[in-house]
């Protein structure tokens, strides 16, 4: 028998170990994965790699059928090709080597053992104790089917894809809620996982964002008008979903205070509102029309300066301080036939927010408040209608989906036919005059995918109106807007907005003399917006951005009519201004009973050229005697700048889950101003741009309030004082001549604000019998100091504005006798407006004067009114072609002679006091609706 050497051994065992690994070599190059594969489905790319290796594949074939993946490999391994292969699905895998088998799963992770610690963790906690290691680790997610809810309206939902290297406790889920009907998005939805307190919203575009444990949840969902619903998902990831829900007709009384009331309690903003286009239906207002703004001044915070002033006055505010928003385009001027109607079709206009308190950080550039009207959007699923027929206006809506469940059209059309409503009035000059207007809008919508939307909207008013044999006015309203949303990311979106505004108004005068003219005024400005919200965490959401606008004013314009008249042609230069700002604002959750609104606005202002600009000697009263210099500016060039950092920092703090308090400052600056010298607002006002010798606005606001809700949000109470104080605000010298007047500053004067208040609203939201209860005690004084004379008011000391009316009170009632019929009142009664009375004559030069006592020391009697209304609906059969119900309605039920204005006339030596009155009788009227 031979021998062999101890080499002879090493040499024998090295030759087989090098066996050994080019065999196993040669076995793990025989599974190394090499192709090309274009657009390819996941099946086919599988199957591919499972004849090319000898590994099986076990999958169910609907997960491999709905992805389509282009990829190439290069002889890699099976586990880097297939890590690459499902990095963008929700698809895991696990080998088994020894089987030569491949298991799919979708979403989860096979585990083969528990994580050490696992036992060791605490009862009912997400985290794993690893003491060995002295670190803590989220555990694994199991599902086990036996805690499924039994109601289960929707399937089980997996969100994201498990790691088993990267698992955390909790995951943020976050999406788009969408009404199936109109493809709108649902605002104000509440979110709340079941068995818990987490609980969330979405916001104005419909997103919303919580943070889930992981694993299993049930989430329930509920709002205004929408079915309840319940589902369940399974967080494995963060992830998207997008809750499309059905409308609940039925459910609509129950449901429709939840949202409001608990945002009255638990948001941060202080003084806003929100009010539906359908909370107008049932309040009886002038002639049958439904008018949301007209509903707005039944709010405490917020009215007019009397029947048939235009314009509203928010928080001893003037009318040129509001900024009036239509689907994000500034409309001058939303009002028709001296503020009587508003201009806004109300079957096509979906709502209105109000900030009257703490303004969001997007918005700047007036002083008092923000209207924010939104129109719907058209019906995406089918043709849809509705319309009105009342004794001067007809009002139309028509929805038309163009792609179904995608994109729709809404087109709203409205006007006046009859001219009698003058001819009633309580005043013999006005029998002969005439007035017409009409408005129409169109938007249309597209839902483009489910991360980007498409807005457009177009709309056009025009209103025509003689008072006078001899002159017609007529103003017009136009805008246009374009809005991109988008979702950037899980937990990002953006808005890009573009619009333009104008606003014209001219007057023709056909006398019998040869003095006829024509005379035009018109303000231009077209506006660019870009904003972001981040939804950081539950306890941070980011709003920020930018806006810029361009400003054109034709001042005025002025032009004879006809070849015989003497008037000669005379245009005023064109004024023009660029306004920009950048925005930064953060939603802070302290804790759960603390909440912090948290904005900064850098707000910038610059008067362009092409003009001329006075100078005045200083320490002089500006007058044609005070002139130092005049200026040439070119094109383009700066004039005059102003601007600076404006704040809005608001806060919350729950006491109760349904008792809060809240408060909130700021400041902003307003660089466009109104010229008036009426006692109050109409069409006919113009603007002004601030210059050289017009500054800039600004205003200071802090608020305080308490909010409770009873009985299960059925009613709600709030008590909330602010304090205001302006400086820059504007009036004018006595007598002031302001149109076609190329120096104007001469005749204006700037000074101080102060306004401050109290206002309490008490609601029931629901029932059959429901509605609220308004009181505003309020002051709004104005100071005009100066060491001259003639730019001194009341000898420098605060005094009442035109609008100041320390008491208001708004009692709104609906009862729901039947489905079918129902009865609504509303009473109002305000302290009467300041006015200037004579007090005496005096004769100088053999002339007889007379003298006034000081500006708005006295004032007219108080306002006040009744009207009732009574609806009838027609039956509620589901099947039928169209749903009606008619209105019927009494304005100013008790008669009574409300002053619009009082005026002084000289008769026979003697000086007479005369009012006059816009509606000084009953006023019946009836309206048909109906709805397709």
């Given at each position: 028998m031979p021998r062999y050497s101890a080499f002879t051994q090493r040499r024998g065992a090295f030759i087989f170990f090098f066996v050994i690994v080019f065999w196993y070599g040669n076995a793990q190059e025989d599974n190394l994965i090499s192709g090309t594969y274009d657009n390819a489905l996941l099946y086919n790319i599988i199957t591919d790699i499972e004849s090319k290796s000898d590994y099986s594949f076990f999958f169910i074939k609907d997960w491999v059928q709905k992805d389509s993946v282009t990829i190439s490999f290069n002889n890699e391994n099976l586990e880097s090709a297939l890590d690459r292969l499902f990095s963008k699905t929700q698809l895991n895998y696990y080998i088994l080597k020894k089987d030569k088998r491949v298991f799919l799963v979708e979403n989860t992770v096979i585990y083969d053992e528990l994580p050490r610690g696992f036992f060791g963790r605490k009862a009912d906690s997400s985290i794993i104790v690893n003491t060995e290691k002295g670190f803590t680790t989220p555990k694994p997610v199991f599902f086990n089917d036996d805690i499924r809810q039994k109601e289960k309206l929707f399937q089980i939902v997996r969100i994201g894809k498990a790691s088993a290297t990267n698992a955390k406790s909790s995951y943020i889920l976050s999406g788009k809620a969408i009404n199936t009907s109109t493809g709108e998005p649902i605002q104000d939805l509440a979110i709340?996982?079941?068995n818990t307190n987490l609980i969330t919203a979405t916001d104005a575009n419909g997103n919303y964002?919580?943070?889930?444990?992981?694993?299993?949840?049930?989430?329930?969902?509920?709002?205004?008008g929408i079915e309840d619903s319940k589902r369940e998902v399974i967080m494995y990831a963060d992830g998207e979903l997008n809750l499309v829900l059905e409308e609940g007709l039925e459910r609509l009384d129950e449901v429709v205070v939840e949202a409001d009331a608990a945002s009255n309690v638990e948001d941060a903003i202080?003084?806003?509102?929100?009010?539906?286009?359908?909370?107008?239906?049932?309040?009886?207002l002038v002639l049958g029309e439904r008018d949301?703004?007209?509903?707005?001044?039944?709010?405490?915070?917020?009215?007019?300066?009397?029947?048939?002033?235009?314009?509203?006055?928010?928080r001893g505010g003037k009318t040129d301080q509001n900024l009036v928003l239509l689907d994000d385009a500034v409309i001058y001027n939303p009002t028709h036939f001296f503020g009587i109607f508003q201009a806004l079709n109300p079957f096509t206009t979906k709502g209105v927010a109000i900030y009257k308190g703490s303004m969001p950080v997007e918005y700047g550039g007036r002083l008092s408040s923000v209207f924010d009207i939104r129109t719907k959007n058209g019906n995406v699923e089918k043709v849809a209608g509705e319309g009105?027929?009342?004794?001067?206006?007809?009002?139309?809506?028509?929805?038309?989906?163009?792609?179904?469940?995608?994109?729709?059209?809404?087109?709203?059309?409205?006007?006046?036919?009859a001219d009698w409503i003058l001819r009633s009035l309580d005043e013999e000059s006005l029998n002969n005059s005439e007035a017409s207007f009409f408005d129409g809008i169109v938007k249309y919508y597209d839902k483009i995918n489910d991360k980007n939307e498409i807005r457009a909207s177009g709309y056009y008013s025009r209103d025509n109106f003689s008072i006078t044999s001899d002159s017609l006015y007529n103003y017009s309203n136009r805008l246009f807007s374009l809005r991109w949303d988008r979702q950037v990311s899980d937990k990002t979106n953006s808005a890009l907005f573009i619009g333009n505004s104008d606003y014209r108004f001219g007057i023709d005068f056909d006398g019998e003399s040869n003095?006829?003219?024509?005379?035009?005024?018109?303000?231009?400005?077209?506006?660019?917006?870009?904003?972001?919200?981040?939804?950081?965490n539950d306890n941070h959401t980011l709003n920020y951005g930018l806006s810029s606008k361009y400003y054109s004013v034709n001042p005025g314009s002025i032009e004879p009519s006809g070849s015989s008249s003497d008037i000669a042609s005379r245009r005023i230069s064109k004024e023009k201004a660029l306004e920009g700002a950048v925005f930064i604002g953060d939603e802070l959750k302290i804790n759960d009973k603390f909440l912090v609104n948290l904005g900064l606005r850098y707000a910038f202002f610059a008067a362009l050229g092409e003009a001329t600009q006075r100078t005045y000697n200083d320490n002089q009263p500006r007058n044609e005697s005070t002139v130092r210099d005049t200026i040439s500016y070119g094109n383009g060039e700066f004039i005059e700048t102003y601007g600076g950092p404006e704040l809005r920092l608001s806060a919350r703090y729950l006491l109760t889950p349904d008792l809060s308090i809240k408060a909130s400052v700021n400041n902003s600056y307003q660089f466009l101003h109104t010229l008036s010298n009426n006692t109050t607002v109409s069409p006919i006002d113009t603007w002004k741009l601030s210059d050289l010798n017009i500054e800039a606005q600004k205003g200071y606001q802090a608020s305080l309030g308490i909010y409770k809700n009873l009985n299960e949000n059925e009613y709600e109470i709030s008590l909330e004082g602010y304090y205001r104080r302006m400086e820059n605000v504007l009036d004018f010298k006595?007598?002031?001549?302001?149109?076609?007047?190329e120096n104007v500053e001469t005749e204006i004067l700037q000074g101080d604000g102060k306004a401050y208040g109290v206002e309490f609203l008490i609601k029931k939201n629901r029932g059959d019998f429901n509605g609220w209860l308004g009181y505003t005690y309020s002051r709004s004084l104005y100071r005009f100091d100066s060491e001259f004379n003639e730019e001194r008011i009341n000898n420098g000391e605060f005094f009442p504005s035109n609008?100041?009316?320390?008491?208001?009170?708004?009692?709104?009632?609906?009862?729901?006798?039947?489905?079918?019929?129902?009865?609504?009142?509303?009473?109002?009664?305000?302290?009467?407006?300041?006015v200037t009375y004579p007090i005496g004559t005096f004769r100088f030069n053999n002339a007889d004067f007379v003298a006034f006592s000081n500006r708005n020391e006295f004032r007219i009697p108080d306002y006040y009114r009744l009207d009732l209304g009574f609806n009838m609906e027609g039956n509620h059969k589901k099947n039928k072609l169209a749903h009606s119900f008619w209105t019927f309605s009494v304005y100013n039920v008790l008669g009574r002679n409300n002053p619009y204005s009082v005026f002084f006339v000289t008769d026979n030596g003697e000086v007479k006091a005369l009012q006059s009155s816009i509606f000084a009788i009953p006023i019946p009227s009836i309206t048909y609706n109906f709805k397709f």
């Open positions: 709340r996982v079941v964002s919580i943070e889930l444990p992981a694993g299993y949840n049930a989430i329930a969902t509920s709002a205004m202080t003084g806003s509102e929100q009010i539906d286009s359908e909370e107008s239906k049932n309040i009886p949301i703004l007209q509903v707005a001044k039944a709010l405490p915070g917020i009215s007019s300066a009397g029947e048939g002033a235009t314009g509203l006055n928010v009105s027929i009342g004794p001067v206006t007809g009002n139309m809506a028509l929805e038309v989906p163009l792609e179904k469940n995608k994109s729709s059209l809404i087109i709203g059309a409205r006007g006046a036919y003095n006829d003219f024509e005379l035009d005024y018109g303000i231009n400005e077209t506006a660019l917006k870009y904003k972001m919200q981040t939804i950081v006595t007598g002031a001549d302001l149109f076609l007047n609008f100041d009316k320390p008491h208001d009170v708004s009692l709104i009632v609906n009862y729901k006798l039947t489905r079918r019929f129902s009865f609504s009142g509303n009473f109002v009664y305000q302290t009467g407006r300041p």
